[in-house]
T-cell receptor, first 114, second 116 residues
Framework: AQSVTQPDIHITVSEGASLELRCNYS??????LFWYVQSPGQGLQLLLK??????LVQGIKGFEAEFKRSQSSFNLRKPSVHWSDAAEYFC????????????FGAGTRLFVKA | DTGVSQDPRHKITKRGQNVTFRCDPI?????LYWYRQTLGQGPEFLTY????????KSRLLSDRFSAERPKGSFSTLEIQRTEQGDSAMYLC??????????????FGPGTRLLVL
């Protein structure tokens, strides 16, 4: 079945430490891939997206993600986490079938400790 | 560019009542989307419009739900005979069009619905 999986419901990292949030998808063809962040009381904000080309994409706020076709993964990374990064992170796909329906993962909540 | 706005931001209603939410997309965005997000879950697609035409509806959109975008600008989402299971955050997004499915969607702050 087509799906987007974020294996980690929540992650806690120390401020200044590195971060990696995992995302796996299950689609026949490589979909369009996105990472969004949602802070309490805020709308979803796009961090970065991948369509094609260079498999390492840079986003806002110092985030980057790497597309690995062989692993059907699109993991989000940040080398040094700031307390303000505490939020809910969603991986999302738009199947490359001509439609516009976005499928979101269940999200990973990031906690940052001092 | 004032962003996507939604009204109201919060709505409390009693079971069985009808509610209507409004979404104003970014000016001149052709596509408009509605999602529903329940606690601890990612947003779930409900429907989307290309201008005034409703082009796709999720099976989540039961007969009690109806969405319109009469002039291709703002949109309304109505829920009739609300049930407690309808309690959720309702998100609206818009995108410029007419590019393909990878174009960026810009989300509004959402309308949080609580059905008592």
């Amino acid at each position: 079945a087509q799906s987007v999986t974020q294996p980690d419901i929540h992650i806690t990292v120390s401020e200044g430490a590195s971060l990696e949030l995992r995302c796996n998808y299950s689609y026949g063809a490589t979909p369009y891939l996105f990472w969004y962040v949602q802070s309490p009381g805020q709308g979803l904000q796009l961090l970065l997206k991948y369509f094609s080309g260079d498999t390492l994409v840079q986003g806002i706020k110092g985030f980057e993600a790497e597309f690995k076709r062989s692993q059907s993964s699109f993991n989000l990374r940040k080398p040094s986490v700031h307390w303000s990064d505490a939020a809910e992170y969603f991986c999302a796909v738009v199947p490359n079938t001509g439609g516009f329906k976005t499928i979101f993962g269940a999200g990973t909540r990031l906690f940052v400790k001092a | 560019d004032t962003g996507v706005s939604q009204d109201p931001r919060h709505k409390i209603t009693k079971r069985g009542q009808n509610v209507t939410f409004r979404c104003d997309p970014i000016s001149e965005h052709n596509r408009l989307y509605w999602y529903r997000q329940t606690l601890g879950q990612g947003p779930e697609f409900l429907t989307y419009f290309q201008n005034e035409a409703q082009l796709e509806k999720s099976r989540l959109l039961s007969d009690r739900f109806s969405a319109e975008r009469p002039k291709g600008s703002f949109s309304t989402l109505e829920i009739q005979r609300t049930e407690q299971g309808d309690s959720a955050m309702y998100l609206c997004a818009s995108s410029p069009g007419p590019r393909g499915g990878g174009e960026t969607q810009y989300f509004g702050p959402g309308t949080r619905l609580l059905v008592l």
